[in-house]
C-alpha cells in the first residue's frame, strides 16, 4: 500500500546526517531535536503548541485526559473510523456515542452529531478520514451551542486545509480546542517507527497537555496531576523534521495518483471515486472506492481483493466491522443500533494503493487490473 523505502533513498543523506547527529548527542529523549521539529509543525500548521507524543493513539488519550473528561460522559465519535479513535473513549470509562458518517465524504455527519447530544455529552471527535476534512463549520458551530468540546482525530488528514464559508482557511488539527496525529510510518508525515502529536492554541491548555504526556510532572520529580509517558524520542523527531520540509511536494504527489485514478475509472457504472468537498483539500491518505449499483456487492469487493491480491497489486479494506459492531463495544450500543450509512460502507470499500512513489506504469497497472475485475 505504500513505498516507505523508495522514498527514504530520494532522503536518505538528509535522514543519515541527521539520525548520526542524534547519536553523536547522546540526547535520544527529549533531544534539542524535538522541540526543533514541535515548533517547526506549528508554524506549518499555522498552531501555537505542539506537544510530541508516542503515537496517535496516546494523543487522543491524553487530550481527552486534557479536558478533564470523567468517567460516564459522553463522547460523540464516528462509527466509520479506526478503533483508535474510539478505544480511548472506552479506556477512560467514558462512553462513546457512535454516530453516523456521510456516504460521501466519509467524515462525521453534522446532523447525526447533533441528534445524539444529550446532557451528558462533553465532547465531539470528528475524524478527517482518508485525508477529507470533516465539516469543520458545522462541528465547530454545534459544539459552541451545546458548549462542547472538539477533538480533531487528524491522524490520516496532516497538511489537509478546511476553507470556512468566509473564506478563511485552517489545516486541519487546528481548528477545533485540540487537533491529534499519528507519525505512524504509512501516514502522510510517518516516522521510522512510532509517534504522534497533539496541537493547540490554547496556552493553558498547551502547559496541561505537555505535563500529562510527561507523568504529570510541572519540574522534574515533581507531579501535579495523573499523566502517563508518552514521548517521541529524538531519533524519530530527526527524521520527521526533514520529511516536513517535503510533506507539501509528497501531498502533492498523492493528488497526482489520486487524479490518475479518477480519470482511469470516470465514468464507471460500478466504481464510485472519491468525493472533494469544496472545503476541503484532500491530502489522500487513502484512496478508497466506493462499489455500488451490483448485486452481491461484498462477494464482488472481496473477490476483486483477492484478485488484485494475485497480480501482487496490495488493496485494504478500511475498515470492515464499523466501530459499533465491534465485539468490545457490544454495550455501547452493538447490533442494536441502526446505522446503515456505516454498515453500506463496509460492505462495500475498498482501497488501492496509494503513496508519493507511484509512477504512470504502475497506476496504469493498477487501474486496468481493477476495469479488468469489474468490467468482467
Ligand atoms: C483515524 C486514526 N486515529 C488514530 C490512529 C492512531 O494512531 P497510532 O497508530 O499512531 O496510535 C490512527 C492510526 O492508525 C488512525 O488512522
Redesign the pocket.
Known amino acids: 500500500m505504500v513505498d516507505t523505502k523508495n522514498q527514504y533513498h530520494k532522503i536518505k543523506a538528509e535522514v543519515d546526517s541527521a539520525v548520526l547527529q542524534v547519536m553523536e548527542s547522546s540526547a535520544f529523549i527529549n533531544g534539542k531535536i524535538v522541540q526543533d521539529f514541535a515548533s517547526h509543525l506549528s508554524s506549518y500548521l499555522g498552531i501555537k503548541h505542539t506537544i510530541p507524543c508516542a503515537?496517535?493513539?496516546?494523543a487522543?488519550q491524553i487530550a481527552m485526559m486534557g479536558l478533564g473528561l470523567q468517567p460516564g460522559d459522553e463522547v460523540i465519535t464516528p462509527s466509520f473510523?479506526?478503533i483508535?479513535?474510539i478505544e480511548v473513549i472506552a479506556l477512560l470509562r467514558l462512553t462513546p456515542v457512535f454516530v453516523e458518517v456521510d456516504p460521501q465524504t466519509f467524515c462525521i455527519d453534522p446532523a447525526a452529531v447533533e441528534k445524539a447530544i444529550t446532557p451528558k455529552t462533553k465532547a465531539i471527535v470528528p475524524?478527517h478520514?482518508y485525508g477529507h476534512t470533516a465539516p469543520m463549520e458545522e462541528i465547530m458551530a454545534i459544539a459552541s451551542k451545546h458548549n462542547l468540546y472538539v477533538i480533531e482525530?487528524n491522524?490520516?488528514a496532516i497538511g489537509s486545509e478546511y476553507t470556512f464559508s468566509n473564506g478563511i482557511k485552517k489545516k486541519a488539527g487546528t481548528i477545533g480546542h485540540i487537533g491529534c496525529t499519528?507519525?505512524?510510518p504509512s501516514?502522510n508525515l510517518g516516522a521510522f517507527g512510532?509517534?504522534?502529536a497533539l496541537f493547540t492554541d490554547n496556552d493553558e491548555l498547551g502547559v496541561k497537555l505537555k505535563m500529562i504526556a510527561n507523568h504529570g510532572q510541572s519540574k522534574k520529580y515533581y507531579h501535579d496531576i495523573v499523566g502517563c509517558n508518552s514521548r517521541l524520542d529524538s531519533v524519530q523527531a530527526a527524521i520527521l523534521d526533514i520529511k516536513l520540509r517535503h510533506l507539501d511536494e509528497y501531498i502533492a504527489a498523492r493528488r497526482v495518483a489520486a487524479d490518475y485514478y479518477d480519470k482511469a475509472f470516470a465514468g464507471n457504472k460500478v466504481i464510485k471515486t472519491p468525493f472533494r468537498a469544496v472545503y476541503s483539500y484532500h491530502v489522500f491518505h487513502q484512496y478508497t472506492l466506493v462499489l455500488d449499483g451490483i448485486e452481491n456487492v461484498t462477494v464482488v469487493r472481496d473477490g476483486l481483493n483477492e484478485f488484485l491480491a494475485k497480480n501482487n497489486i496490495p488493496s485494504m479494506i478500511y475498515y470492515p466491522v464499523p466501530g459499533h459492531r465491534q465485539k468490545v463495544f457490544e454495550q455501547f450500543g452493538g447490533k442494536s443500533l441502526h446505522m446503515p450509512v456505516s454498515d453500506w460502507l463496509t460492505e462495500r470499500v475498498i482501497s488501492l494503493p496509494m503513496h508519493t512513489e507511484l509512477d504512470t506504469e504502475q497506476l496504469n497497472f493498477i487501474a486496468s487490473k481493477v476495469l479488468e475485475f469489474i468490467n468482467k
Open positions: 503515537n496517535g493513539t496516546d487522543l473510523t479506526y483508535a479513535t475524524v478520514l482525530d491522524a490520516q499519528s507519525f505512524y501516514k512510532d509517534g504522534g
